[in-house]
């Protein structure tokens, strides 16, 4: 099995080509690109290749863009960051889609799932033109408002009122940009796919942030970020390794 490889973050890349050789230790990579320019190039001359693994994110847009050039033939599992809204619209025409970061068990599922559509060799009847709408063109309407416990009570905050939600004891708690706290029903998987995340991000298990509240960004140890906010926080807010990447790609949108 052939295998051509789209993603520009070099801690991806390796990571990803890890669990390749444990899923599928057969498999050979024979082009690696992290720009849609370059990999445009690629395609329209090759067609020797059988599976494509792309990030939705290149160092220079969106890897849809490619499919928007080149008629592709062949198989892709994507491998993205964005929320689940978006995964479902992709499921409808895609092999398989793997939300980051990506786990071996998940990897190879998708590789299982391509030798079993793909055995007779048949060329692909994704639709990708239509694939491409429907993720470019899907709105969703995020919160604008929660609904907080305060005393008795039941409280509305603005969502732009936010500065950030803490998770503790399984319990979300909500922080205003003057510092009040209230408690959610939602636990932070919810408010995550609730939340705009244009504005909010999703750190870590225990903090949702919002960008307005940010302070400042430190580098840490093992490729980790600090990030400090406005208001003081009972613990530090680092976000991943892992995660660095898409927190900066957020940072600079």
């Known amino acids: 099995m052939k295998l051509v490889l789209l993603e520009d973050e070099q801690p991806a890349l390796r990571h990803l080509k890890r669990m390749i ?26 067609t020797d290749y059988d599976l494509v693994i792309s990030d939705i994110q290149l160092s220079d847009g969106l890897s849809l863009a490619i499919f928007r050039q080149v008629k592709m033939i062949k198989p892709i599992i994507f491998t993205t960051a964005f929320d689940q ?93 003057t510092g009040e706290m209230f408690i959610l029903d939602q636990n932070m998987e919810e408010l995550e796919s609730q939340l705009d995340p244009q504005f909010f991000f999703r750190a870590n298990r225990q903090f949702i942030i919002s960008f307005s509240s940010i302070k400042s960004n430190h580098q840490h140890f093992n490729g980790k970020i600090k990030v400090l906010l406005t ?8 976000v991943s390794r892992e995660r660095a990447p898409e927190f900066k790609a957020w940072l600079a949108h």
């Open 85 to 177: 809204y978006a995964i479902e619209a992709f499921k409808v025409n895609g092999i398989d889609y793997l939300l980051k970061p990506v786990k071996a068990e998940e990897l190879g599922k998708a590789i299982e799932k391509y030798k079993t559509l793909f055995r007779s060799n048949e060329q692909s009847a994704w639709d990708f033109e239509k694939l491409i709408k429907q993720v470019t063109n899907q709105e969703k309407i995020y919160r604008t408002r929660l609904l907080v416990h305060f005393r008795d009570e039941l409280k509305s905050i603005p969502t732009d009122n936010i500065a950030f939600i803490h998770s503790e004891n399984k319990t979300s708690h909500l922080y205003t940009r």
């Open 21 to 46: 050789e444990e899923v599928a230790p057969n498999a050979a990579m024979v082009a690696h690109f992290d720009a849609v320019e370059s990999a445009i190039g690629w395609f329209q001359s090759n």
């Open 231 to 238: 208001l003081p926080t009972k613990e530090e807010i680092l």
